[in-house]
């Protein structure tokens, strides 16, 4: 019998981001394979086919440890974590912290139920399945691995009122977030990093291995989804662990949390020795360095396949100056990325007056950074055909069901609802793009009226803007993203080589 040959594999690159249409006309004009320009594959070391790794890639240094929580690891942090997987969004995110209380009371009472339904079928047959004895109803629970491990060992839950978070559920999208007992399905290292609601910290959020949408950071300073940034890997400023006896806290005596650096202390003194020994560089500068190093096109683009097949690692620039560079940058597009929707908290404040501060006030607080960029203009909002400013629009027309685009070419003007359409969009603003599509677009998929159709639950946006005393806080939300927008395109072209 003949053994056959080595077979020879061929690959064409139809091209990103093409749609189904695109790709079919692609083919159709090629009308043949022999109408295609065909590349030869060939696997390299790693038994990569295609998008073969840099070499360069494997001498920087790594972002995660080998080991959790060790100061002294060869890496930039100490530790990392996976984003927050909760197993059943629908029921413990909700934009209304009341109705986020009702919906989860309404699954702990219908699992303490299940229990009780489990333990007493158990004492007349020993033997019983827990799948074949409880309700899988989606309009009353939502069931994962961990929650029937829990049932199995005949555990309660506990509705905890004080366990509702501020969570970051999608890029510039926060939702009100219950993490209470046996509720969430992977905390990952997150009771370390957020120990109580009002914990101080800010995480660094990259897509994890696997991911294949083009890699961009994002910050947070609440807990982030482990969707926020495709399947999100988080590195955080601050680690927390509970003080103990004598130990004597980072707060003050109340706080009953000891607060450690993320940041290595081998990291901080290799940087230091690469800059001649000195000790003006600390490891907040370290942290914001990272995050303007990961904007950097130079590195995203050179290092694209190492970035979708492992986390990244961090080279060391040549120069002080760049590196603080990178370092301010980093700390200015944090400033953009963290304090986008501060208008809201202002409003609260002044929950007396009928509208939130105006759209160039809170950008001139909140902008520190020179990054303008041709043409990054205000939109200009039109209510009911005329041109106003965000004060003048009464709180009954702000209400939104869905945004959409004007039409699907025209990304210059939103219809924001019957009454508002904002127009004079910066085309620029788009070019900012996190977990696979621009920040404006995550605004306008997630700050819609929505009911789940598995579990029959609402969320609506509106009640956040209700809850936050801001009636125009979903108005004010993507004026200030264009804005953020604009200004993170601008300070990412402004970032330094970096020499890989």
């Given at each position: 019998?003949?053994?056959?040959?080595k077979?020879?594999?061929?690959?064409?690159?139809?091209?990103?981001?093409?749609?189904r249409?695109?790709?079919?006309?692609?083919?159709?004009?090629?009308?043949?394979?022999?109408?295609?320009?065909?590349?030869?594959?060939?696997?390299?070391?790693?038994?990569?086919?295609?998008?073969?790794?840099?070499?360069?890639?494997?001498?920087?240094?790594?972002?995660?440890?080998?080991?959790?929580?060790d100061?002294?690891?060869?890496?930039?942090?100490?530790?990392?974590?996976?984003?927050?997987?909760?197993?059943?969004?629908?029921?413990?995110?909700?934009?209304?912290?009341?109705?986020?209380n009702?919906?989860?009371?309404?699954?702990?009472?219908?699992?303490?139920e299940?229990?009780?339904?489990?333990?007493?079928?158990?004492?007349?047959?020993?033997?019983?399945?827990?799948?074949?004895?409880?309700?899988?109803?989606?309009?009353?629970?939502?069931?994962?691995?961990?929650?029937?491990?829990?049932?199995?060992?005949?555990?309660?839950?506990?509705?905890?009122?004080?366990?509702?978070?501020?969570?970051?559920?999608?890029?510039?999208?926060?939702?009100?977030?219950?993490?209470?007992?046996k509720?969430?399905?992977?905390?990952?290292?997150?009771?370390?990093?957020?120990?109580?609601?009002?914990?101080?910290?800010?995480?660094?959020?990259?897509?994890?291995?696997?991911?294949?949408?083009?890699?961009?950071?994002?910050?947070?300073?609440?807990?982030?989804?482990?969707?926020?940034?495709?399947?999100?890997?988080?590195?955080?400023?601050?680690?927390?662990?509970?003080?103990?006896?004598?130990?004597?806290?980072?707060?003050?005596?109340?706080?009953?949390?000891?607060?450690?650096?993320?940041?290595?202390?081998?990291?901080?003194?290799?940087?230091?020795?690469?800059?001649?020994?000195?000790?003006?560089?600390?490891?907040?500068?370290?942290?914001?360095?990272?995050?303007?190093?990961?904007?950097?096109?130079?590195?995203?683009?050179?290092?694209?396949?190492?970035?979708?097949?492992?986390?990244?690692?961090?080279?060391?620039?040549?120069?002080?100056?760049?590196?603080?560079?990178?370092?301010?940058?980093?700390?200015?597009?944090?400033?953009?990325?963290?304090?986008?929707?501060?208008?809201?908290?202002?409003?609260?404040?002044?929950?007396?007056?009928?509208?939130?501060?105006?759209?160039?006030?809170?950008?001139?607080?909140?902008?520190?950074?020179?990054?303008?960029?041709?043409?990054?203009?205000?939109?200009?909002?039109?209510?009911?055909?005329?041109?106003?400013?965000?004060?003048?629009i009464?709180?009954?027309?702000?209400?939104?069901?869905?945004?959409?685009?004007?039409?699907?070419?025209?990304?210059?003007?939103?219809?924001y609802?019957?009454?508002?359409?904002?127009?004079?969009?910066?085309l620029?603003?788009?070019?900012?793009i996190?977990?696979?599509?621009?920040?404006?677009?995550?605004?306008?998929?997630?700050?819609?009226?929505?009911?789940?159709?598995?579990?029959?639950?609402?969320?609506?946006?509106?009640?956040?803007?209700?809850?936050?005393?801001?009636?125009?806080?979903?108005?004010?939300?993507?004026?200030?993203?264009?804005?953020?927008?604009?200004?993170s395109?601008?300070?990412?072209?402004?970032?330094?080589?970096?020499?890989?």
């Amino acid at each position: 019998m003949k053994t056959p040959g080595k077979a020879t594999i061929y690959y064409h690159d139809i091209g990103d981001y093409l749609s189904r249409e695109q790709k079919l006309e692609i083919i159709r004009d090629a009308r043949s394979i022999n109408g295609v320009e065909w590349t030869e594959l060939h696997p390299d070391e790693h038994g990569d086919w295609i998008n073969h790794r840099n070499e360069g890639f494997a001498e920087f240094i790594p972002l995660e440890p080998d080991k959790k929580f060790d100061a002294k690891s060869s890496s930039v942090f100490c530790v990392n974590s996976r984003g927050f997987e909760t197993g059943r969004d629908a029921w413990v995110y909700n934009y209304s912290q009341a109705k986020l209380n009702a919906n989860m009371k309404k699954m702990v009472r219908f699992y303490n139920e299940q229990v009780t339904l489990f333990d007493q079928k158990k004492k007349a047959k020993s033997d019983v399945k827990v799948k074949d004895c409880i309700s899988t109803e989606a309009s009353k629970i939502s069931w994962t691995s961990s929650l029937l491990s829990h049932l199995e060992r005949s555990e309660t839950a506990a509705f905890e009122k004080d366990q509702i978070y501020s969570g970051l559920y999608r890029p510039f999208v926060k939702m009100n977030n219950y993490s209470g007992d046996k509720m969430i399905h992977r905390r990952g290292q997150f009771e370390q990093f957020f120990p109580t609601a009002d914990t101080e910290n800010r995480i660094i959020c990259v897509p994890s291995v696997g991911d294949n949408k083009a890699f961009m950071p994002l910050i947070s300073d609440c807990i982030p989804d482990l969707h926020l940034n495709a399947t999100t890997q988080c590195f955080p400023l601050y680690w927390y662990e509970k003080a103990e006896g004598n130990q004597i806290s980072a707060f003050g005596s109340n706080s009953g949390y000891i607060r450690h650096d993320g940041i290595t202390d081998w990291m901080l003194k290799t940087v230091r020795e690469r800059f001649s020994g000195t000790r003006a560089i600390t490891k907040e500068h370290i942290f914001y360095y990272v995050y303007g190093l990961l904007h950097s096109q130079e590195y995203r683009e050179t290092f694209s396949a190492d970035l979708k097949k492992e986390l990244p690692r961090i080279p060391i620039v040549e120069s002080l100056d760049d590196f603080m560079a990178f370092s301010k940058a980093g700390k200015a597009l944090a400033e953009l990325h963290l304090h986008y929707d501060d208008f809201a908290a202002e409003s609260a404040a002044s929950a007396n007056r009928n509208s939130a501060a105006s759209y160039a006030l809170v950008a001139d607080k909140r902008i520190k950074y020179d990054a303008s960029q041709p043409g990054a203009r205000a939109p200009q909002i039109f209510f009911d055909g005329l041109v106003t400013s965000v004060d003048n629009i009464p709180e009954a027309a702000l209400r939104i069901d869905k945004m959409r685009f004007a039409t699907k070419e025209d990304k210059s003007q939103i219809i924001y609802n019957s009454h508002i359409t904002l127009k004079n969009i910066p085309l620029v603003a788009y070019d900012y793009i996190v977990n696979g599509k621009s920040a404006i677009e995550w605004i306008l998929e997630r700050y819609q009226v929505k009911t789940d159709k598995d579990s029959g639950l609402l969320n609506d946006p509106n009640d956040w803007a209700r809850e936050h005393h801001c009636p125009a806080y979903i108005l004010q939300l993507l004026l200030s993203v264009i804005d953020l927008s604009v200004k993170s395109v601008g300070i990412v072209k402004g970032l330094p080589k970096a020499g890989v």
